[in-house]
């Protein structure tokens, strides 16, 4: 086989981090190529580099055996290199063909036909077998559709090579299997692909060669028919990692903790709704909520911390009614609440440490007293909560901007546990943490749920889900699929869930009495 | 009291008075729409339509020609214009303070550019629109006196708007100044430069705000006054929102403003009673309760105001 | 600082092109400002309203919001301020003129808190609804002292009458001509510090600007951070056009305002948006408009060259923070770091 790519010794260094030092990568003609590594190993920066979309501090690019140096995008394009990004690249607000055509001259002149164009794009659609809706506007559009434009994108501005960076993070199970199906029909007509990714399962099933970063270096490539999927998690965690979480086995209690009882909610663009939401929370449990995002999820959590209004329905939570109640109420009853997204939804990035962790509690005594604040006893809070949780800072008046994901997440949970909470709310609270990190996470929603909280553990990451979950219900655009006990539960079911099948069609054929 | 009511408004005076107020106004929103359809808030409107009278003015003073006096401002614009585009798309500073910041300074330096050359006493008069029918069209009963009996200028104003809006919706460069206002990173993702498209936009909107202010200059007072534009490049910022970033429908929203400009005027110059601050507080009233009610109702490019840096 | 001196390095080559000496002009300047101990007054007395109104916009720009309605809200206080001023000639001076003073905050105040309400509730992006809000206001004061409020005796002028001694401000220094609004201005200051970083309120609104979601989330009353803080800031303006009415003017006009809601944006960037920062940066200002008046005079260079350095003192400063230029720096010393600890 002829090399197609080879990047060489490729180092870059960030404000505070060496994202790549050092590595080699190898693609050969019409292979798909894995890239394997954890959050922060490194991938995504080395295709930047690649697509040019930044330069490397050292190292060389070979691109069909010659020496190139990759200045922008367009010049990446115009070798015949294609970028499908984790977050697409395609503006919500055009449609599909306008996105396609965005920054190519597919026709003489100024002039934007689009009739014409369409035409020819889907042409080229067909020639894939892309299913692509063309006319309507791409926040419309569904995810798997979506990275198709990607793709189809790619292929019109005629890449050779494709480059998927975390494709299948967004999609169901039935559309990765499309999306594999596209995979095998591209190399058919000769397409290579660097496919990255952290899941093991997906590599192995779809790559022929992988090579494995970690920490920013190169650690091995391997043939994939000769890898296996212990070998390779050690590779990429660089220590034998246990992929199951202890757990002690959960003890019933019959008290419900959170009560959500028939919840509706309509919004724009007709996504992230909900139609009749139903689910009980036990005091000792943790019960996962699978599904893919943007099936209410969003809505759930606003709803639940009181910053939307439900058009129908009841929350209570510890026994109190908190529907429509203002997100202070709620956050002052005994709950701990774990957002998705660190820095705009848990924290304050240009504030402090201190002024982070009193976020809560400021109001009260005795952090305030007639209004006015008091320093110390905040402080002294402070100072032993970020001892308490272990999160690594010279002081308590740093801005939390300057702190690692890990840290800031430490000091969520420092906020959110430190009163030990009966009832926790826990969204998709590991996304873009390393893997110590996400076990210290776990262990500390286990130990709350050990001593007797109720956890709602809100996530779209499967394994999440089956690793800490006691009970699985799953959500479908605004529904809940069903509910099953976590023993019982496997992956092609929940997956079957997830893309809107209801648990009793599943059951119903397969116990045919 | 009807009557007066119909002799006053309803006449042919009153609407063409209307439409040489409203053209001003359409056309530095068109040029807006192109900055903020690009991602950049232009506060510094009002500094650039200054910009454009007094170098609307001084063009028309040394060569004696409206047309070279209206290049001037034209290009006066695009000067101040082209500050902001560095602020703001090379150093990605704040783009309300660069504009506000831009407005002071303008004002400052048109009024010192002024008296520096001209002294304080003099005021000199320059060579001027004057009024030229179109042949043919101004015949059309009422509309044509109301829309082509115009000063030259109005009938630019026609062509720019119609063009803008030609340009932005109806060509690739229109698309790409599009797609750096919604999401620059996929823009930059596809090889377009995000910085060149953006540079563009902020100095095409600066051309166009020049344009605008020699409507002032060498339309209505044939000479520069200090801070003659008065405020209306704020207008102009109003205008484009309740346009929902429309070049057309910004032309039909500035009529609505010209005409209020128009009724203020005439209860000035009337005195039948009714406070002309009322009517000039008017259009600032309707902007406000316009933009109140169409809250949430409009669809504000997504990147507006936000500055592009790569990595 | 950098961005001071900046500043006035752009504007010495206008002066220089313009014909003047531009190091005569600044020696000029600086005697005019603060020469002598009347110049010096001058100044202060320029300072206080930019101050008052300069704290007016970095309070709400704390918590996210850019208030550029601060001309309104001038208007409208001194509006408030006469009308309380007038309406009751008879009461003792420490009732009245503390009482007009209140009402300056309250009649800003409002014209601050309808944009908060329209951001918070409404989602109305502020700086359109403080812009249109200035011109009512403007043209509402306008249309007053030209009707109802007008002195009979004005001899054609648009003004007010005078207000009665006991509202005024007492002058405090007889040599420098310096009123009580100074000291009014500076223990203003001092209370923003307190608000800002002792008070529950103060913690509320920085949490809001620091990031409006996150806020929410935790249960920050954001409605109330925003309404609260535009209020207060307009307020802040408010009392600006009561101190300019109450000490110097002695009578509301409609044109008593040279644009000090405007300088008040320049003097709160400028000063960094702490109350330290805008009273040093508002003495600053008051000076170069008080010197560049005085150059006029000897040299005859046209005044609004302090216009423009303000303008370009702006740029220099929103310049110098500006995020590609941080981002430069701090990726070099970053790169020379990492290749130190290699």
């Known amino acids: ?513 | 009291m009807l009557s007066t009511f119909a002799d006053i408004f309803l006449t042919v005076e009153f609407f063409s008075a209307s439409v040489r107020f409203a053209m001003p106004l359409a056309v530095a929103s068109s040029g807006e729409i192109i900055s903020e359809r690009g991602g950049i808030v232009n506060i510094g409107l009002e500094g650039m339509m200054l910009a454009g009278a007094l170098g609307g003015m001084m063009g028309s003073f040394y060569t004696n020609s409206p047309w070279v006096g209206m290049l001037c401002g034209i290009l006066a614009g695009g000067l101040v214009a082209a500050i902001h585009a560095f602020m703001v798309v090379t150093l990605a500073a704040d783009q309300v303070v660069s504009g506000a910041a831009l407005n002071i300074g303008v004002l400052g330096m048109t009024t010192f550019v002024f008296r520096a050359v001209y002294g304080i006493t003099e005021r000199p008069i320059v060579a001027h629109f004057e009024a030229w029918p179109v042949p043919v069209l101004s015949r059309i009963p009422f509309i044509g006196p109301i829309l082509f009996s115009q000063i030259p200028l109005v009938y630019v104003t026609y062509v720019v708007v119609a063009l803008v809006s030609v340009v932005l919706f109806r060509t690739m460069w229109g698309l790409g100044i599009q797609s750096v206002g919604e999401h620059p990173r996929a823009a930059d993702s596809v090889g377009l430069h995000v910085d060149r498209l953006r540079y563009m936009a902020v100095i095409l909107c600066g051309f166009l705000a020049g344009l605008a202010g020699t409507f002032f200059s060498l339309g209505q007072l044939y000479t520069f006054i200090e801070g003659m534009t008065g405020g209306r490049g704020f207008i102009v910022l109003a205008v484009v929102i309740v346009a929902n970033w429309s070049p057309t429908r910004a032309a039909l929203v500035a009529l609505l403003f010209g005409a209020a400009e128009a009724v203020g005027l005439r209860l000035q110059a009337l005195d039948i009673g009714i406070p002309y601050h009322f009517a000039l507080a008017f259009p600032y009233v309707l902007t406000l309760i316009v933009y109140a009610g169409l809250a949430g109702r409009t669809r504000m490019p997504h990147a507006l105001g936000l500055p592009y840096v790569k990595d | 600082m950098l961005a001071i001196v900046g500043g006035l390095l752009v504007s010495g080559v206008m002066i220089a092109i313009a014909g003047f000496d531009p190091l005569e002009t600044f020696a000029v300047i600086a005697r005019g400002a603060a020469g002598t101990p009347q110049s010096l007054g001058v100044t202060l007395t320029n300072a206080t309203p930019i101050l008052l109104a300069g704290l007016g916009v970095a309070l709400p720009l704390r918590c996210g919001l850019l208030n550029i309605g601060g001309e309104g809200q001038i208007y409208i206080g001194a509006l408030g301020a006469t009308l309380v001023a007038i309406a009751f000639p008879n009461l003792p001076a420490p009732i009245h003129l503390p009482l007009s003073l209140l009402a300056g905050f309250i009649g800003g105040g409002i014209w601050g808190a309808i944009p908060g309400w329209m951001r918070a509730v409404k989602g109305l992006n502020e700086i359109i609804t403080t812009i249109m809000l200035n011109y009512i206001g403007f043209w509402t004061v306008s249309y007053l002292v030209h009707g109802p409020l007008k002195d009979p005796d004005s001899y054609g002028y648009a003004w007010t009458i005078k207000v009665p001694v006991s509202a005024r401000l007492p002058i405090i220094h007889e040599v420098a001509r310096v009123n009580l609004g100074l000291v009014v201005a500076l223990i203003v200051a001092a209370l923003v510090h307190f608000l800002l970083w002792r008070t529950t309120l103060g913690f509320e609104m920085r949490a809001v600007g620091a990031g409006p979601q996150s806020a929410r989330f935790a249960g920050i009353p954001v409605t109330r951070g925003t309404i609260m803080s535009m209020a207060i800031g307009g307020g802040l303006a408010g009392v600006a056009g009561a101190v300019v009415i109450l000490g110097v003017q002695l009578r509301l006009s409609d044109f008593f305002s040279p644009g000090y809601g405007f300088d008040a944006i320049a003097v709160a960037l400028v000063g960094q948006t702490t109350p330290v920062g805008v009273v040093l940066a508002a003495l600053f200002f008051g000076g170069l408009q008080n010197g560049t008046g005085s150059a006029h005079r000897t040299l005859g260079i046209p005044q609004e060259i302090a216009l423009v350095t303000q303008g370009i003192i702006l740029l220099f400063v929103i310049g110098s923070q500006s995020l590609t230029l941080v981002r430069l720096l701090r990726k070099r010393r970053m790169v020379r770091l990492v290749e130190h600890i290699r």
């Open chain 1, 1 to 513: 086989m002829n090399s197609l790519l080879r990047m060489e010794n490729i180092t870059k260094i960030y404000p505070g981090v060496v994202a790549n030092d050092g590595v080699n990568l190898e693609v050969t003609e019409g292979e798909v190529h894995a890239l394997l590594g954890e959050n922060g190993a490194g991938k995504t920066t080395l295709m930047n580099i690649l697509y040019g979309m930044t330069m490397p501090d050292e190292g060389r690019i070979l691109w069909q055996g010659e020496s190139v140096r990759i200045a922008g995008p367009k010049h990446a394009t115009d070798l015949g290199i294609g970028m499908v990004h984790q977050h697409f690249m395609l503006v919500p607000r055009f449609t599909a063909v306008q996105n396609i055509i965005l920054g190519t001259s597919p026709q003489k002149g100024p002039w934007l036909d689009l009739k014409n164009v369409t035409k020819q794009i889907q042409k080229l659609a067909d020639q894939y077998d892309l299913e692509i809706d063309f006319d309507t506007e791409i926040q419309d559009l569904p995810l798997g559709m979506r990275q198709r434009v990607e793709i189809l994108k790619a292929l019109f501005r005629g890449a050779h090579l494709l480059v998927m960076d975390e494709p299948t993070a967004v999609l169901t199970p039935a559309e990765v299997e499309t999306l594999f199906q596209i995979l095998r029909n591209l190399t058919r007509q000769g397409h290579a692909t660097i496919f990255i990714s952290h899941k093991l399962e997906e590599v192995l099933t779809v790559s022929d060669r992988v090579t494995v970063l970690r920490d920013g270096h190169n650690v091995a490539t391997q043939i994939t028919r000769e890898a296996t999927k212990p070998g390779l998690a050690q590779l990429m965690v660089g220590r034998p990692v246990v992929l199951e979480v202890q757990k002690s086995p959960v003890r019933p209690t019959g008290k419900t903790v959170i009560d959500i009882d028939d919840i509706w909610l309509e919004r724009e663009h007709g996504r992230d709704q909900l139609h009749g939401v139903s689910l009980r929370v036990e005091a000792g449990e943790i019960l996962g909520l699978a599904g893919i995002n943007g099936n209410g999820q969003r809505a759930l959590l606003e709803v639940l911390c009181g910053l939307t209004r439900p058009a129908r329905g009841r929350v209570t939570v510890l026994d109190t009614d908190v529907t429509g109640r203002t997100p202070r109420e709620v956050a002052a009853l005994n709950v701990g609440r774990i957002p998705e997204d660190r820095t705009t939804m848990g924290l304050l990035p240009p504030l402090t440490i201190w002024e982070n962790l009193a976020l809560e509690a400021y109001y009260r005594e005795p952090m305030s007293r007639w209004g006015v604040l008091r320093p110390k006893v905040i402080a002294e809070f402070a100072r032993k909560l970020v001892q308490e949780y272990d999160v690594r800072t010279p002081n308590v008046e740093v801005k939390v901007s300057s702190l690692s994901g890990g840290n800031q997440q430490k000091l969520i949970l420092a906020r959110e546990l430190h009163h030990e909470p009966q009832a926790l709310i826990v969204a998709n609270a590991t996304r873009g943490l390393d893997v110590g990190a996400i076990e210290y996470t776990y262990q500390r929603i286990l130990e709350r749920r050990d001593r007797g909280a109720g956890v709602l553990l809100i996530s779209s990451d499967l394994e999440e889900i089956l690793c800490l979950s006691d009970r699985i219900a799953v959500i479908h655009a605004g529904q809940i699929m069903g509910e099953i006990l976590a023993e019982e539960a496997d992956r092609s079911m929940v997956g079957m869930m997830m893309t809107g099948t209801r648990l009793e069609a599943i059951e119903g054929p397969a116990l045919p009495s």
